[in-house]
Protein backbone atom coordinates (compact mmCIF):
# COMPACT_ATOMS: atom_id res chain seq x y z
CA UNK A 1 0.00 0.00 0.00
CA UNK A 2 1.28 3.47 -1.13
CA UNK A 3 1.26 5.70 1.80
CA UNK A 4 2.66 9.67 1.89
CA UNK A 5 2.84 11.02 5.96
CA UNK A 6 3.00 13.97 7.05
CA UNK A 7 4.35 15.36 9.97
CA UNK A 8 6.01 18.55 11.74
CA UNK A 9 2.70 21.19 11.15
CA UNK A 10 1.81 22.87 14.40
CA UNK A 11 1.31 26.70 15.29
CA UNK A 12 4.22 29.04 14.98
CA UNK A 13 4.63 32.89 15.82
CA UNK A 14 5.31 34.89 12.66
CA UNK A 15 9.35 34.95 12.37
CA UNK A 16 9.75 31.49 13.83
CA UNK A 17 10.28 27.96 12.15
CA UNK A 18 9.09 24.56 11.39
CA UNK A 19 10.31 21.57 9.84
CA UNK A 20 7.47 19.46 8.17
CA UNK A 21 8.67 15.86 7.47
CA UNK A 22 7.00 13.17 4.50
CA UNK A 23 7.48 9.66 5.47
CA UNK A 24 6.90 7.33 2.09
CA UNK A 25 6.16 3.61 1.86
CA UNK A 26 5.19 1.35 -0.67
CA UNK A 27 6.76 2.29 -4.08
CA UNK A 28 10.64 2.75 -5.04
CA UNK A 29 10.97 5.83 -3.48
CA UNK A 30 14.49 6.75 -5.39
CA UNK A 31 12.52 6.89 -8.69
CA UNK A 32 9.66 9.36 -7.32
CA UNK A 33 10.47 13.28 -7.20
CA UNK A 34 8.72 14.51 -4.00
CA UNK A 35 7.07 18.15 -4.06
CA UNK A 36 5.66 19.72 -1.24
CA UNK A 37 2.41 22.19 -1.88
CA UNK A 38 -0.21 24.02 0.40
CA UNK A 39 -3.84 24.82 0.40
CA UNK A 40 -5.05 27.89 2.45
CA UNK A 41 -8.37 28.62 3.37
CA UNK A 42 -10.80 29.37 0.43
CA UNK A 43 -7.63 29.28 -1.72
CA UNK A 44 -6.56 26.71 -4.58
CA UNK A 45 -3.82 24.30 -3.55
CA UNK A 46 -0.29 25.77 -4.94
CA UNK A 47 3.25 24.67 -5.51
CA UNK A 48 5.49 25.15 -2.94
CA UNK A 49 8.38 23.22 -3.81
CA UNK A 50 9.99 19.69 -5.43
CA UNK A 51 13.16 17.66 -5.12
CA UNK A 52 13.87 16.04 -8.25
CA UNK A 53 14.24 11.64 -8.53
CA UNK A 54 17.78 12.09 -10.11
CA UNK A 55 20.25 14.99 -9.10
CA UNK A 56 18.64 16.65 -6.01
CA UNK A 57 17.99 19.37 -8.07
CA UNK A 58 15.17 21.69 -6.54
CA UNK A 59 12.08 24.15 -7.43
CA UNK A 60 10.63 26.79 -5.18
CA UNK A 61 8.09 28.88 -5.33
CA UNK A 62 8.48 32.70 -5.56
CA UNK A 63 6.82 32.84 -2.36
CA UNK A 64 9.02 30.95 -0.41
CA UNK A 65 12.22 31.41 -2.10
CA UNK A 66 15.16 31.87 0.33
CA UNK A 67 12.91 30.80 3.81
CA UNK A 68 12.39 27.17 2.69
CA UNK A 69 14.41 24.26 1.69
CA UNK A 70 13.68 21.23 0.70
CA UNK A 71 16.13 17.96 1.05
CA UNK A 72 15.71 14.08 1.04
CA UNK A 73 17.22 11.15 2.26
CA UNK A 74 16.92 8.36 0.15
CA UNK A 75 17.88 5.67 2.70
CA UNK A 76 14.74 7.08 5.25
CA UNK A 77 12.68 7.54 2.15
CA UNK A 78 11.82 11.03 3.92
CA UNK A 79 11.78 14.46 2.37
CA UNK A 80 11.91 16.78 4.59
CA UNK A 81 11.00 21.23 4.08
CA UNK A 82 12.71 23.20 6.28
CA UNK A 83 10.99 26.68 6.89
CA UNK A 84 12.24 29.76 8.55
CA UNK A 85 11.14 34.02 8.49
CA UNK A 86 7.51 31.82 8.93
CA UNK A 87 4.46 34.28 7.79
CA UNK A 88 0.96 34.62 8.78
CA UNK A 89 0.67 34.54 4.55
CA UNK A 90 1.89 30.45 4.81
CA UNK A 91 -0.68 29.33 6.80
CA UNK A 92 -2.26 26.88 5.43
CA UNK A 93 -2.64 22.76 4.77
CA UNK A 94 0.57 21.31 4.01
CA UNK A 95 0.76 18.42 1.38
CA UNK A 96 3.67 16.01 0.14
CA UNK A 97 3.25 14.29 -2.86
CA UNK A 98 4.91 11.75 -5.24
CA UNK A 99 5.64 11.55 -8.64
CA UNK A 100 7.05 8.79 -10.97
CA UNK A 101 9.29 11.00 -13.03
CA UNK A 102 12.48 13.21 -13.09
CA UNK A 103 10.54 16.48 -11.53
CA UNK A 104 7.22 17.22 -10.70
CA UNK A 105 4.33 17.28 -12.89
CA UNK A 106 1.13 15.02 -12.56
CA UNK A 107 1.45 13.80 -8.82
CA UNK A 108 0.95 10.18 -8.90
CA UNK A 109 0.12 9.81 -4.97
CA UNK A 110 -1.08 12.20 -2.31
CA UNK A 111 -0.41 12.54 1.91
CA UNK A 112 -3.35 13.93 4.00
CA UNK A 113 -1.69 16.89 5.32
CA UNK A 114 -0.87 18.44 8.16
CA UNK A 115 -1.74 21.96 9.18
CA UNK A 116 1.02 24.93 9.82
CA UNK A 117 -0.60 27.98 11.66
CA UNK A 118 1.54 31.14 11.75
CA UNK A 119 0.04 33.82 13.81
CA UNK A 120 1.14 37.29 13.43
Known amino acids: EVQLVESGGGLVQAGGSLRLSCAAS????????IGWFRQAPGKEREGVSCISSSDGSTYYADSVKGRFTISRDNAKNTVHLQMNSLKPEDTAVYFC?????????????WGKGTLVTVSS
Open 97 to 109: AADRGTFCGEMDY
Open 26 to 33: GFTFDDYA
